[in-house]
């Protein structure tokens, strides 16, 4: 993305990344993403959706991502977080919002710049999420909550439910 932007040789505030699993983003969604992003006081912007059932939580193809008050970040993770010690895992999402996070990003092109020149963290590498590289260098990520269903496809499990999706959504035009 960021050698794509460089080539056009244009200056822009926001750069737009959507990953090629997440193929049922579309035009509005991100026009809502360009509009919620305040990036004055975040570095990048990023969707999460609900978590509503155990298995999407405990599923490690799910990114979960911890969002503070301000909307922002505190931690992404293939692992259900926050952990409840005293409960059993099926109830824990009775007991907390978890989120999802839908691999779609605006970056500033300063954070995005600071993304390609910082080699990937420690915790980048445990967790195998480009996303935790700018996190832990102190970069601020602005989480945007989309109650739209989308998912990404992650395993051959995944492309077969977003085939039936995609047929769905098919008739649905027809």
Not at 83 to 95: A, H, L, M, P, S
Not at 119 to 143: D, V
Request: glycine share 4%.
């Amino acid at each position: 993305v960021f050698e794509a932007y460089t080539t056009l040789g244009e200056d822009y505030d926001v750069i737009l990344n959507v990953q090629g699993d997440e193929p049922f983003v579309m035009p509005e969604d991100i026009d809502l993403l360009l509009s919620r992003f305040d990036y004055q006081n975040f570095d990048v912007a990023t969707f999460v959706s609900r978590i509503q059932t155990t298995e999407d939580l405990i599923n490690p193809n799910n990114v979960k991502v911890v969002v503070g008050i301000n909307s922002n970040a505190l931690y992404f993770s293939r692992s259900p977080i926050p952990f409840f010690r005293d409960e059993k895992q099926g109830d824990w999402i009775k007991k907390m919002d978890y989120f999802k996070h839908i691999g779609i990003y605006a970056y500033t092109t300063k954070s995005l710049a600071a993304f390609v020149n910082f080699t990937p963290s420690l915790l980048e590498n445990a967790e195998k999420l480009e996303q935790l590289r700018l996190l832990e260098m102190g970069y601020k990520y602005q989480c945007i909550e989309i109650s739209k269903e989308l998912f990404g496809i992650d395993t051959p499990e995944d492309f077969a439910l977003a085939e039936i999706y995609y047929e769905k959504k098919i008739q649905l035009l027809k």
